[in-house]
Every structure is written in structure tokens, then in C-alpha cells.
């Protein structure tokens, strides 16, 4: 049997095969990403005759941070995604936290991108070259002086990622941790330093600031905060595992701050807002 797309799984009991195989499956590493802040390795994962591709991010691979609890970036990353497929997003790739050849990490299914795709959602560009559409966020100024806008496209799928980086409070959401797939679906990498307690939220999706909020984002917010309010709840469960009660408590923090207002927030984090370089 060859590499099968796990990647595909849309159905509840599908989704729980592609979680246990990421999480009892073995692990062959690959290579490590060159591009990555941490050590993150891709590798060939095999459990039986099921073959899948994944990004294994080590915990004793993680540098320090100074700002976020050292050892906590994998839980984080499988945070991410419980998140965002409780609340229906599937915008995070199947992630567990798992026992890999370097400890326990998280496991995260590899997606093939679309070439160049990312820049099709967001980009750094001359004022002038500002398509119709787009929504300016940020200039800057270039050490050589040229002007550059940092600007995203005004899609549905941006601005439901949007939400769910206020939700798990996204400290740093670049252009190039948004990616097409082939089939044209939209997905979200990078989420090792996110559910803080603390306002930390630093991306490229401020268009939509003040808007107010699409009720598929109302609905699926609603359908968190009911299940994060009991302990009960196969999501609290999971996030228990991965979070501290502190920050489960600002997840559902935040939540209640987006039905309240029903509308994108601005910026009010103490850092700056948007992640540079951007891309
Ligand atoms: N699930 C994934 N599928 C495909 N590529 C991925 C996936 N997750 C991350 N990548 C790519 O791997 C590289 C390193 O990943 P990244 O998440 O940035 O690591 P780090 O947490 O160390 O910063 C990036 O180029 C990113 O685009
Ligand atoms: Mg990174």
C-alpha cells in the first residue's frame, strides 16, 4: 500500500483513525526543515500497512522563548488543533502530541502545498501594486526606502483563520503559514506559540477589524463556549491534557469577548501587531 491522504478525512470517526494512527504510529525521520525555528523534522509515518507523511516537532528540539513556559510548544501545536476542529475551522492539520524517535513532540499530518499559493492570500508589495480587493493592513519602509504594504485578499476562509487566531490568541501568524492545498483548501501551520494568557495576538489578518463578525463564526463560537464550559466535554478533556486550567480559562475568555462584541477586534496586544518579516 502506498501513501494514503489522511489529509482528506472529513467524518467524526474518520478524523479519530487519522488521531490514533498519528499518535501509535511509527515514526522514520526524513530531514529536517531547514526554515524552521525550532527542530522540526519531516518524516514517513507507518502504523500496519497505513503510510502517511508528517511534520514531528521534538520537545527537546524547542528553543527557549522568553515568554512563553519552555517544553509547551508541541502541547500548543495539538491545542491548536483540537481548537480548530471542535469549532469546525479544520484550518490545523491532524496534530497529536506523540512519542516520536527524539520523545514526545507533536505529530502534525504534512499537506502538499500549491506552489506559490500562499502569496495569492497574502503579500508584501509596492502600494501601486495593490490588486482590487485587497485589504491593506500595515506599510512599511524598506532600508532602501521604497514604500511596501503588507495586504491580504478578502476571502471567507481568511477571515474565518482570522477568527480562530483571536481564539487561540495566534502570536505569530506569518503570510507563509497560510497555504493552499491542491484541491484548493486552505490550511494553517505553525501554532507552537499560541494560547496564552496573556494578548498576544501578532498576524497579517487585520482587514476585517470592526467588521462584524460572519454567523458561521458566531455559531461555531457559540458551540465552544458551550463545550468548554463543562469539564465534561471531549474538547475540555483534550485541552486539559495540553493547557494549563489558567489558559483554558483565556480561550474561553477570549471566546466570550468575540460573542459579546460580535465583531473582529483591533489590536491590544503590547507588541507589535503584525509579525515581521510578515511572509
Ligand atoms: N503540516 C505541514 N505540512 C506541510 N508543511 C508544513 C507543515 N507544518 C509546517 N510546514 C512547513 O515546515 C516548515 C517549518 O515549520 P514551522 O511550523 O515553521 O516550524 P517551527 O515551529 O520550528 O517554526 C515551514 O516551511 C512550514 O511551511
Ligand atoms: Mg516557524
Not at 500548543?76 to 475551522?89: D, M, P, Q, T
Not at 502530541?97 to 492570500?121: F, K, N
Not at 477589524?209 to 483534550?238: F, I, M, Y
Amino acid at each position: 500500500m502506498g501513501t494514503v491522504n489522511l489529509v482528506a478525512a472529513s467524518t467524526q470517526e474518520e478524523l479519530a483513525l487519522v488521531l490514533d494512527v498519528l499518535t501509535f504510529g511509527e515514526i522514520e525521520i526524513e530531514g529536517r526543515l531547514a526554515d524552521a525555528s525550532n527542530v522540526a523534522l519531516r518524516g514517513e509515518l507507518a502504523l500496519g500497512d497505513i503510510r502517511t507523511r508528517v511534520i514531528y516537532k521534538p520537545v527537546r528540539g524547542e528553543r527557549s522563548l522568553w515568554d512563553f513556559p519552555d517544553g509547551t510548544l508541541a502541547a500548543r501545536e495539538a491545542a491548536a488543533f483540537a481548537l480548530s476542529a471542535a469549532g469546525g475551522w479544520n484550518l490545523v492539520p491532524p496534530t497529536v502530541l506523540a512519542d516520536g524517535p527524539l520523545g514526545p513532540g507533536s505529530v502534525q499530518l504534512w499537506v502538499e502545498v500549491a506552489e506559490g499559493a500562499s502569496r495569492s492570500l497574502v503579500d508584501v508589495l509596492a502600494p501601486a501594486d495593490l490588486a482590487p480587493g485587497w485589504l491593506p493592513v500595515f506599510e512599511a519602509q524598506l532600508a532602501d526606502g521604497s514604500d511596501v504594504v503588507v495586504a491580504h485578499a478578502d476571502r471567507p476562509e481568511l477571515a474565518s483563520a482570522a477568527v480562530f487566531d483571536v481564539v487561540i490568541n495566534n502570536a505569530d501568524r506569518k503570510g507563509s503559514h497560510l497555504v493552499l492545498d491542491q484541491s484548493g483548501s486552505l490550511w494553517g501551520f505553525d501554532h507552537g506559540v499560541g494560547c496564552h494568557v496573556e494578548p498576544k495576538l501578532r498576524t497579517v489578518l487585520w482587514g476585517w477589524v470592526g467588521q462584524r463578525l460572519p454567523e458561521a463564526e458566531l455559531a461555531r463560537l457559540d458551540a465552544l463556549a458551550g463545550w468548554l464550559s463543562t469539564s465534561a466535554s471531549p474538547l475540555s478533556q483534550t485541552l486539559e491534557l495540553l493547557l494549563s486550567p489558567a489558559e483554558i480559562q483565556a480561550v474561553s475568555g477570549r471566546i466570550a469577548g468575540l460573542l459579546a462584541t460580535k465583531r473582529f477586534p483591533a489590536p491590544n496586544s503590547r507588541g507589535p501587531a503584525v509579525p515581521w518579516p510578515p511572509l
